[in-house]
Nanobody, 126 residues
Framework: QVQLVESGGGLVQPGGSLRLSCAAS????????MGWYRQAPGKQRELVAT???????NYADSVKGRFTISRDNAENTVYLQMNSLKPEDTAVYYC????????????????????WGQGTQVTVSS
């Protein structure tokens, strides 16, 4: 069983910074892309940033220049450094990862599966 556990959320004033972490644990072979998504009240979940196993990054336009995604492949961890935070960044932030897992059930081969963390609240308010 694979788990993604997030940490680092909280309350911060506008202009402040937070760093989110997400660690993968359990039985798996490798992790492909990892990313962060967020969902504000009354809105759909949206992409914040992704990073491939090779380090290629992709950002939503709304966070470019303010957020930085990184990963530590040895620790199976992805980070999101958030600077110059704005009230509109307030949301629950979710970690996502595409993970190669061992065969299970009727499957005879390892396969890629998509996993989500439980979410961590980020509130930007004065």
């Amino acid at each position: 069983q694979v788990q993604l556990v997030e940490s680092g959320g909280g309350l911060v004033q506008p202009g402040g910074s937070l760093r989110l972490s997400c660690a993968a644990s359990g039985s798996f072979f490798s992790i492909n892309a990892m990313g962060w998504y967020r969902q504000a009240p009354g809105k759909q979940r949206e992409l914040v940033a992704t990073i491939t196993s090779g380090g290629s990054r992709n950002y939503a336009d709304s966070v470019k220049g303010r957020f930085t995604i990184s990963r530590d492949n040895a620790e199976n961890t992805v980070y999101l450094q958030m600077n110059s935070l704005k009230p509109e960044d307030t949301a629950v932030y979710y970690c996502n990862a595409d993970i190669l897992v061992p065969p299970m059930g009727s499957r005879m081969l390892a396969y890629m599966s998509d996993y989500w963390g439980q979410g961590t609240q980020v509130t930007v308010s004065s």
